[in-house]
Each structure stands twice: as structure tokens, then as C-alpha cells.
């Protein structure tokens, strides 16, 4: 039987949905026994001319009330109009796919609960690392393993933008201005610039990892909008990449300590060697060891080649409900990255002799053009309330950390 989709959305992703459907189509029907045909797309405007004009609807309950949908793809973003739809389209028995990272974040567990009692499948591969076959392996192919920890570099703007501050000596304005053109950036940019969007992703790659959902606000996030071109020349002085990392490392109680920073990532650590708009996703499991996925993390057709693998899943057995499991979290499940014990990198305005008093010895870092008074160092290893104790006095510019 023909496998009819509807589009949620025509923007960057969905559009990219629509057009693999359609050049694909042929080499996905070779696949899969049900070939996949889109029959709508929900968007708001009109599109005269546009090769998908007949398709274009803009009433969802159109899509709701045909028998004929039988898999609904979520490209809308955001978490109003978009739950909504993912609610109703579930409640009407259809599978749901999304690439909407900040509704599987936030109503994840609600929606999976409401798939399984429906008997459908609610799948987000494309909310996590884009193009990069992620969350289908970690839970499949890694499950043998207790999972321990996974710390990624989870967004693509902001490795786009550093990338290009390190490398091209751009202006923050100039790299995020870059990134927008090509297609990477949220609609907002604050998301993606303040570390939010990375936060979402870490939430789901917790959940997954170890079985509860994890709630954006449990998670403290802090962005690259502090991070100046004085702090890439000094990491780079010492072999020292900066990157926006989320992390997720279980605790031996059960807790989860979960957060998303910039860090000073080390020449021998892969991570440090990704760049521009690539994600990489270390995970790290009791009988696997490290394992690590990379690829675009963003873009058009990545990020749909992932929404249209989730597409040909269920077209393949179109009966068998696939859904994640995961329980409904807790408030006192995240704990403070404050427990983490790890070198500090510091820049500021103090004497030597202050802050060898304050850290021992230490050897300052360099940089061309620093002004007088300028102090950078890395510190031993010791959790955030110490460094911060210890550097009480001292005009602090920037304090980040190091990633062992
Ligand atoms: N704005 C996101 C990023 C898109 O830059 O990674 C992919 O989720």
C-alpha cells in the first residue's frame, strides 16, 4: 500500500522533507514494500508555482480527518502549534516524526505516553545532530551498555561561529550573520547563541541514555556569548580548542548531573578537531567503551534526510509501533555541575603574585596584544565554588572549563 505523509510546516526542514521524498522517492520505493507519497503540506502562505502548490493545505484538521495520513512529519518548530498537532495527529492514530528538538525536550514523555496508548510511533532521529544517525543507535545498537556519560558538541551554530572566530579571525556579529545564511540558525538565534538549543538536545540524549526525561530547566546552560577572541588566542597558546559542549554524566546514586558550558577542549580530545557546522557526540558505555557519532549537525537536507529515515521506518512496517521508554523524571533528578571536579581556565586583571598566593604555581598563558595586567592561567582540578572562592578579590573576565 501506498504510505500517504503530511508535512507539518514548509520551512528549512520541511521543505528538505519534501524535496527527498520527491527526488528519492524512486530509491526509497526499492526499499520499502509501501512506497511514500506526500499528499500534504501544511504551511500558512501560499506557494503560486511552487512544485508542491497541489499539496499545500493550511487547515490541519484537513490532515487530522484523512484515514488515508498515516504519517505525519512535524517540521513546524516551537512547542505551540506544533504539540498541538503532534497531540491530535497521535490521538487520530497516525505515527508522528519530528525534527522539533525543543517539543521532544519539553513534552517528550507526554507525547510518547499518548503514542503508546494509541499504538503508534512517535519518532524524532532529526532533533538531535541534524543529519547524524544518533538516537536510533544509542538505543539499539549501544543497548547491551549501562550508559555513563555523553558530552557533545550538540549545535551547530555556535561550532560555525567559533569555528570561524578561531580559523577566520571573524567578529561573533559577522560568523552568527554566516550561519544564518546558510540555513543553520534557529528562527531566533538567542537559542542557539545562548546554548538553549544544545540544552534540548542533552535532554534527549539523557532521557534516552538513562530512562527519564529530563527537563530543559534542570539543566544549567550557559552560552558562547561570553566567549571573546582573547580567550580563543590564550586556549590556543596551550593546545585548547573552545567548544560549546552539553554533557550528561550519571552519578553513582542514580542522579544525573547535567549541563551545557563552553570548555576548553584539548588537542587530543576528537572533539577539538570538529568544526564548522559538524556535531560530534561522544557516548560512553560499560562494554563498548567510547564510542562517538559525527556529521552535520544542521542544514536542509541533513537534518530532513533524518525526519525521511524516521518516514521510511515506519512505512516499512506500518503496524509495529516504535517508540523510545523513558519514565516521567523528577524534580531532584539533575544535581549541579558544582560536584564536577576539573582544571579552570581564567583570564583576568591581577597581579602574578595574587594569584599565585590564591592557586601556587602556576604558569601564565600568552597572547600578541594583551593589555597590561592581563592574567590568564589554568588552574589544578577542583569544582566550580572553589576556583570561584579562590579567585574572590580578583577582577574575573572570563572562567571556563577545561574538559579532561
Ligand atoms: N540551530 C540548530 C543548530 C539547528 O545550529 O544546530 C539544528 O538543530
Known sequence: T???VAILGYGTVGGGVAEILHKNGAHISQRVDNPVEVKYILTRRDYPGD?????????????????E????????????????????????GKHVVTSNKELVAAYGYELLQIAKEKGCSFLFEASVGGGIPILRPMSSCLAANELSEIVGILNGTTNYI??????????FDDALKEAQEKGYAEADPTADIEGHDACRKICILAALAFGQHVYPD????????????ADVAYADSCGYKIKLLGRAIREGDGKLCAFVAPHLVPASNPLSGVEDVFNAISVTGNAIGDVMFYGRGAGKLPT???VVADVIDIAKDLKTARCAVWGPGSRDLVVSSDI?????YVRGTASMDKVRAAFGEISPLARGGAPAG???????PMTEPQVRARLEGMELHSLIRVLE
Open 51 to 67: 512544485p508542491f502548490e497541489d499539496k499545500i493545505v493550511q487547515d490541519f484538521s484537513i490532515i487530522e480527518h484523512d484515514p
Open 340 to 344: 564536577l571536579s576539573s582544571r579552570w
Open 162 to 171: 567559533l569555528t570561524r572566530m578561531i580559523r577566520g579571525g571573524l567578529s
Open 218 to 229: 534542570q539543566v544549567p546552560t550557559q552560552g558562547i556569548r561570553g566567549v571573546t577572541l
Open 304 to 306: 530532513a534526510s533524518a
Open 374 to 380: 592581563e592574567t590568564a592561567f589554568l588552574t589544578a
Open 69 to 92: 495520513v498515516r504519517v505525519v512529519a512535524e517540521c513546524i518548530g516551537g512547542t505551540t502549534v506544533a504539540l498541538d498537532y503532534a497531540r491530535r495527529a497521535l490521538n487520530a
Open 2 to 4: 501506498m504510505v500517504k
